[in-house]
């Protein structure tokens, strides 16, 4: 039996690039990545305007005769009032959600590809 006589074949698929699953995979990973090296920048100029504005509110009231021994609005809530962290909860579901509807899609492509001869065999 010659080589030409076997009957292989090789699946076609489409490449990874055409899938939109890839593409969201690719931007939410990336805007993941952004916002772990951006997160700790963002969080100190995050305190900063808060202090800012917790001054600029404590100067009001003692402009309007406010006791001054009362106690700044900065003690009072000393947690951040803007967060990241429910960024990073979406930005990691979408991640999820993609990666797995991106393998999902590509064993469908596989399962439904046509089959073609190998190349450098004779087609009947």
């Given at each position: 039996?010659?080589?030409?006589?076997?009957?292989?074949?090789?699946?076609?698929?489409?490449?990874?690039?055409?899938?939109?699953?890839?593409?969201?995979?690719?931007?939410?990973?990336a805007g993941l990545i952004a916002l772990l090296l951006a997160g700790p920048k963002y969080a100190v100029r995050q305190a900063q305007i808060e202090k800012n504005q917790a001054d600029r509110l404590r100067a009001a009231q003692l402009a309007s005769g406010a006791d001054a021994t009362a106690q700044p609005i900065r003690d009072q809530s000393?947690?951040?009032?803007?967060?990241?962290?429910?960024?990073?909860?979406?930005?990691?579901?979408?991640?999820?959600?993609?990666?797995?509807?991106?393998i999902r899609s590509r064993r469908a492509a596989n399962r439904n590809a046509p089959t073609s001869p190998t190349s450098g065999e004779a087609v009947p």
């Open positions: 039996m010659r080589y030409n006589d076997r009957m292989a074949t090789t699946t076609t698929r489409p490449p990874i690039t055409e899938s939109p699953w890839y593409w969201v995979y690719l931007f939410a990973t000393p947690a951040a009032r803007v967060v990241l962290w429910p960024l990073y909860l979406v930005l990691g579901a979408i991640l999820i959600l993609a990666w797995v509807n991106l």
